[in-house]
């Protein structure tokens, strides 16, 4: 986007350009003067709009006397604000089976930011790339309170489901704590430090109450290899409660080979 500024008046003029809403002089993106009998040319590339988001150009040009001259003969400045509308969209034809091409192809004039026309000097199957400008989020310009005043809806929503997640949050690791069962590695006792070969096992209960088991639980491993004398899984603290997840390392000398399946079982103790 190119913009050209002639300054032709007798006074200086004040050029700032934002993005969508003009909050203030520090919120432009470019704050520039033109001087009596100047002009100057604003290049706004295409990926800087991009990045800042936003779907208009916001102009707001003021005049401003010579401070030199006295101050019965300065005029009062003025302000005129201009908005201009942007998109970006490629005309594109299809070459070969997956090629797309924009040789030939041009957007029309009459194109807008919700209906686009091309114009192709060979006749091909062709489309169109509308690339829509993302909205920026700027949390600065969001917690003003003009914004807070016109968004309360939304803000309210956030809050609220903010604090149930917390509320819900302290629930579940309150529960975690009194079952003593925060997630951990439960090293067996009958493990051996010379053994090389390691397995972990997780064995996950039901939501439901009663799910759990007191019962003593015992693990056999089938590989292709060989396979696992039973393995009593226990620990110092209690396991296999109900909606508990249970994470035991189990060693053994060897390799098993590739694992066929499991067998799990218990006492009824």
């Not at 033109?34 to 100057?40: C, D, I, R």
């Not at 030199?68 to 300065?74: G, I, K, R």
């Not at 579940?172 to 010379?194: A, F, K, Q, T």
């Given at each position: 986007?190119i913009?050209?500024?002639?300054n032709t008046?007798?006074?200086?003029l004040?050029?700032?350009v934002?993005?969508?809403?003009?909050?203030?002089?520090?919120?432009?993106?470019i704050?520039?003067?033109?001087?009596?009998?100047a002009s100057?040319?604003l290049?706004?590339?295409r990926?800087d709009l991009?990045?800042?988001g936003?779907?208009e150009?916001?102009v707001?040009?003021?005049?401003y006397?010579d401070?030199s001259?006295?101050?019965?003969?300065?005029r009062?400045?003025?302000?005129?604000i201009y908005?201009?509308?942007?998109?970006?969209?490629?005309c594109?034809?299809?070459?070969?089976?997956?090629t797309?091409?924009?040789?030939?192809c041009?957007?029309?004039?009459?194109s807008?930011?919700e209906v686009?026309?091309c114009s192709?000097?060979?006749?091909?199957a062709f489309a169109?790339?509308?690339h829509?400008?993302?909205n920026?989020l700027?949390i600065?310009t969001l917690?003003t309170?003009?914004?807070?005043k016109?968004?309360?809806?939304i803000l309210t929503?956030v809050c609220?489901?903010?604090?149930l997640?917390?509320?819900?949050?302290?629930?579940?690791v309150?529960?975690?704590?009194e079952?003593?069962?925060?997630p951990?590695?439960?090293?067996?006792d009958?493990?051996?430090?010379r053994?090389?070969q390691s397995?972990?096992?997780?064995?996950?209960?039901?939501?439901?109450?009663?799910a759990?088991?007191t019962a003593?639980v015992?693990?056999?491993?089938?590989?292709k290899?060989?396979e696992?004398?039973?393995?009593?899984l226990?620990?110092?603290?209690?396991?296999?409660?109900?909606?508990s997840r249970?994470?035991f390392?189990?060693?053994y000398?060897?390799?098993l080979?590739?694992l066929?399946?499991?067998?799990?079982?218990h006492?009824?103790t």
């Amino acid at each position: 986007v190119i913009c050209n500024y002639a300054n032709t008046t007798n006074v200086g003029l004040k050029v700032l350009v934002h993005v969508n809403k003009p909050e203030n002089e520090d919120t432009s993106i470019i704050s520039t003067s033109v001087g009596n009998g100047a002009s100057k040319i604003l290049n706004l590339a295409r990926a800087d709009l991009l990045h800042l988001g936003g779907k208009e150009i916001v102009v707001t040009i003021t005049n401003y006397e010579d401070p030199s001259l006295p101050y019965e003969t300065q005029r009062p400045p003025t302000t005129r604000i201009y908005s201009i509308n942007y998109w970006f969209s490629t005309c594109l034809y299809r070459s070969g089976r997956s090629t797309w091409e924009t040789e030939g192809c041009r957007p029309d004039k009459e194109s807008t930011s919700e209906v686009g026309r091309c114009s192709c000097n060979h006749l091909t199957a062709f489309a169109i790339q509308h690339h829509l400008t993302p909205n920026r989020l700027l949390i600065g310009t969001l917690l003003t309170s003009r914004k807070l005043k016109e968004g309360y809806v939304i803000l309210t929503t956030v809050c609220v489901v903010s604090c149930l997640y917390l509320v819900l949050l302290i629930l579940v690791v309150r529960s975690h704590l009194e079952r003593g069962h925060l997630p951990s590695l439960i090293y067996l006792d009958d493990n051996y430090e010379r053994d090389r070969q390691s397995y972990v096992v997780k064995i996950v209960t039901g939501y439901h109450d009663n799910a759990g088991t007191t019962a003593n639980v015992s693990i056999k491993l089938f590989g292709k290899e060989r396979e696992s004398h039973p393995r009593l899984l226990r620990a110092s603290t209690p396991v296999f409660l109900s909606q508990s997840r249970d994470t035991f390392l189990l060693k053994y000398p060897t390799s098993l080979g590739k694992l066929h399946h499991v067998q799990v079982w218990h006492d009824n103790t």
